[in-house]
């Protein structure tokens, strides 16, 4: 199993930054792609940014050209700027890991870090 815990939430005025941080421990070597979900108060759980092993990205078009996922692989570690916020990016961020081996596939999340953009 792969552990995930998350950091960098808060509160920050919009047009303002914060980056947020998911270290990853346990079998880190199943690990296919990270990536970042949110889930505002009485929504759907979404897709923010995925980064794959072979490095390539994927983001939510309310976020391009806004936020940006990075990953460090010898820390295990996958990070999100989030520039230029919105308050409509409130929510509660997840850090993801989709693990796949030759018995199964399956997605490992953190705890969550709540992210609030005042206006």
């Known amino acids: 199993q792969v552990q995930l815990v998350e950091s960098g939430g808060g509160l920050v005025q919009a047009g303002g930054s914060l980056r947020l941080s998911c270290a990853a421990s346990?079998?880190?070597?199943?690990?296919?792609?990270m990536g970042w979900y949110r889930q505002a108060p009485g929504k759907q759980r979404e897709l923010v940014a995925v980064?794959?092993?072979?490095?390539?990205?994927n983001y939510a078009d309310s976020v391009k050209g806004r936020f940006t996922i990075s990953r460090d692989n010898a820390k295990n570690t996958v990070y999100l700027q989030m520039n230029s916020l919105k308050p409509e990016d409130t929510a509660v961020y997840y850090c993801?890991?989709?693990?796949?081996?030759?018995?199964?596939?399956?997605?490992?999340w953190g705890q969550g870090t709540q992210v609030t953009v005042s206006s």
């Open positions: 993801n890991a989709r693990i796949v081996t030759f018995l199964y596939e399956r997605d490992d």
């Open positions: 346990g079998k880190t070597s199943s690990i296919n792609a």
């Open positions: 980064i794959r092993n072979g490095g390539s990205t």
